[in-house]
T-cell receptor, first 112, second 114 residues
Framework: QKEVEQNSGPLSVPEGAIASLNCTYS??????FFWYRQYSGKSPELIMF????GDKEDGRFTAQLNKASQYVSLLIRDSQPSDSATYLCAVNNYFGNEKLTFGTGTRLTIIP | KAGVTQTPRYLIKTRGQQVTLSCSPISGHRSVSWYQQTPGQGLQFLFE???????NKGNFPGRFSGRQFSNSRSEMNVSTLELGDSALYLC?????????????FGPGTRLTVL
């Protein structure tokens, strides 16, 4: 079982709709969860982080965390073509040594 | 505030050579982490430095090493390069040590090993 799993996609969403990105993790001790956006040929850019169960909203983005289910998601409302990118879920992980573990990312395409 | 800078941006080396990559964190940030990104494996943690000390290390061979200077700038070195070392090497800085803190990535160094 991978430590952090994401559906690789591609996920295609019409412009203006809600894009839903999901991530599961295996370390029950994880406390910090991050969403990064990576455009092709660029480095990852932090867009959201969440530490507590529930929802956290920032503009068009909402992160949702359910520690009991070991599940974190990112919702993008009113999707724009500029949201087309790969979204990386990252979880802090204490197995062996403390590190930030990334999923392999979900490629999102917003269709105009 | 200036972001994380990495030099060089691109490198081409041949097998058996060694390479040194440099990273300057955001001003005031004392933690620097290094990652390797490849299409097949995604982003993989190499090591983290804080206050000139390596705090954590990922599952990479000893050919991969690093260090941090008193001004928080960090370098990583890869010796005896192999074809499989071709990747984007990213460094990320954060204010504090540990994986619970927000990390901000530099533009990366694209290493090609021929």
């Amino acid at each position: 079982q991978k430590e952090v799993e994401q559906n690789s996609g591609p996920l295609s969403v019409p412009e203006g709709a809600i894009a839903s990105l999901n991530c599961t993790y295996s370390d029950r001790g994880s406390q910090s969860f991050f969403w990064y956006r990576q455009y092709s040929g660029k480095s990852p850019e932090l867009i959201m982080f969440i530490y507590s169960n529930g929802d956290k909203e920032d503009g068009r983005f909402t992160a949702q965390l359910n520690k009991a289910s070991q599940y974190v998601s990112l919702l993008i409302r009113d999707s724009q073509p500029s949201d087309s990118a790969t979204y990386l879920c990252a979880v802090n992980n204490y197995f062996g040594n403390e590190k930030l573990t990334f999923g392999t990312g979900t490629r999102l395409t917003i269709i105009p | 505030k200036a972001g994380v800078t990495q030099t060089p941006r691109y490198l081409i080396k041949t097998r058996g050579q060694q390479v040194t990559l440099s990273c300057s964190p955001i001003s005031g940030h004392r933690s620097v982490s290094w990652y390797q990104q490849t299409p097949g494996q995604g982003l993989q943690f190499l090591f983290e430095y804080f206050s000139e000390t390596q705090r954590n290390k990922g599952n990479f061979p000893g050919r991969f090493s690093g260090r941090q200077f008193s001004n928080s700038r960090s370098e990583m070195n890869v010796s005896t390069l192999e074809l499989g070392d071709s990747a984007l090497y990213l460094c990320a800085s954060s204010l504090l040590a540990g994986s619970s803190n927000e990390q901000f990535f530099g533009p990366g160094t694209r290493l090609t090993v021929l």
